[in-house]
């Protein structure tokens, strides 16, 4: 485990320097600096102490990272949903995207098209019109985007998106918790 250089990246996360560090440590720079390029060990107090100012458990430090996993994805990693009644496609650009706390997918809706409504939810919405025109219906409002528009709302209640074109209309749509 590298010590030091977990000190120094939670140091760095708070904006503070070696010097400001030790001003709330009671620790001097040197300490400090010598630490940061594990030159020198801390005690369990000045470590509990060091992780206390620097707003870390010691359950999250010693924590193993989370693996960096798969981050480009191919289009051949993508799945896509036709849904011929109600005129639209749906491409999940993440293979597995309910299972992270993001959502995002392409869709496509043809003229008089519409994605299917949805209930209530904590989830958040964010959308991007590619191409088109769309209404979003949320409860008995309604709201029109436009290509370059963006979109942002909080599920709470009924909603539901359809093409407000006579051509085809396109979206990309990232919802926090999987709701699609």
Same mark, same amino acid.
Do not use: C
């Given at each position: 485990?590298?010590?030091?250089?977990?000190?120094?990246?939670?140091?760095? &996360?708070?904006?503070?320097? &070696?010097?400001?560090?030790?001003?709330?440590?009671?620790?001097? #720079?040197?300490? /400090?600096? &010598?630490?940061?390029?594990?030159?020198? =060990?801390? =005690?369990?107090?000045?470590?509990?102490?060091?992780?206390?100012?620097?707003?870390?458990?010691?359950?999250?430090?010693?924590?193993?990272?989370?693996?960096?996993?798969?981050?480009?994805?191919?289009?051949?990693?993508?799945?896509?949903?036709?849904?011929?009644?109600?005129?639209?496609?749906?491409?999940?650009?993440?293979?597995?995207?309910?299972?992270?706390?993001?959502?995002?997918?392409?869709?496509?809706? &043809?003229?008089?098209?519409?994605? #299917?409504?949805?209930?209530?939810?904590?989830?958040?919405?964010?959308?991007?019109?590619?191409?088109? #025109? /769309?209404? /979003?219906?949320?409860?008995? #409002?309604?709201?029109?985007?436009?290509?370059?528009?963006?979109?942002?709302?909080?599920?709470?209640?009924?909603?539901? /998106?359809?093409?407000?074109?006579?051509?085809?209309?396109?979206?990309?749509?990232?919802?926090?918790?999987?709701?699609?």
């Amino acid at each position: 485990m590298d010590i030091g250089r977990k000190i120094k990246n939670l140091r760095l &996360q708070k904006g503070l320097t &070696q010097e400001e560090l030790g001003e709330r440590t009671d620790l001097s #720079k040197g300490f /400090i600096s &010598q630490l940061e390029r594990d030159l020198n =060990s801390p =005690s369990i107090e000045t470590l509990f102490l060091l992780l206390e100012v620097l707003g870390s458990s010691p359950k999250e430090f010693f924590d193993e990272p989370k693996k960096l996993g798969k981050v480009v994805y191919r289009a051949s990693d993508q799945t896509v949903y036709t849904n011929e009644d109600l005129r639209y496609d749906i491409r999940w650009l993440i293979p597995r995207s309910n299972e992270n706390e993001m959502d995002p997918v392409h869709i496509t809706l &043809q003229p008089g098209g519409a994605f #299917k409504e949805y209930e209530p939810s904590e989830a958040e919405t964010f959308i991007y019109v590619l191409k088109g #025109k /769309i209404t /979003i219906t949320i409860g008995t #409002k309604q709201f029109t985007a436009k290509e370059g528009d963006s979109v942002y709302f909080e599920s709470l209640d009924h909603h539901q /998106i359809q093409n407000a074109s006579k051509k085809v209309s396109e979206f990309l749509l990232i919802a926090t918790e999987s709701y699609l």
